[in-house]
């Protein structure tokens, strides 16, 4: 089992930036791939950006250029830097931590947190 909790969202104007973080615990011996989401209202979840336990990131392309992922184990923490932020990028953003199966004992599985809303104005 593993626990999500993000934190960070809130009110940004235009142009500003934003550091979202999310606390993480349980047992992470399956995790392989973490990740952020974020879902606008009337639309489906969408990615953002990924980070394998190797360091390996992957970006939407829509937000390469503006966002960093990183994870920090010592911590057990996962980071979501976002600059240049634009009103269209309004979001609850989601943590994600995803067992892909590897591994005795693992199985595919998906973990969530509850999501922290980020609002930009314009």
């Known amino acids: 089992q593993v626990h999500l909790v993000e934190s960070g969202g809130g009110l940004v104007q235009a142009g500003g930036s934003l550091r979202l973080s999310c606390a993480a615990s349980g047992d992470f011996k399956c995790i392989s791939l973490m990740g952020w989401y974020r879902q606008a209202p009337g639309a489906e979840r969408e990615l953002v950006a990924t980070i394998t336990s190797d360091g390996d990131t992957n970006y939407a392309d829509s937000l390469k250029g503006r966002i960093t992922i990183s994870g920090d184990n010592a911590k057990n923490a996962l980071y979501l830097e976002m600059n240049s932020l634009k009103p269209e990028d309004t979001a609850v953003y989601y943590c994600?931590?995803?067992?892909?199966?590897w591994g005795t004992g693992c199985h595919l599985y998906d973990y969530w947190g509850q999501g922290t809303q980020v609002t930009v104005a314009s």
């Open positions: 994600s931590y995803h067992d892909r199966g």
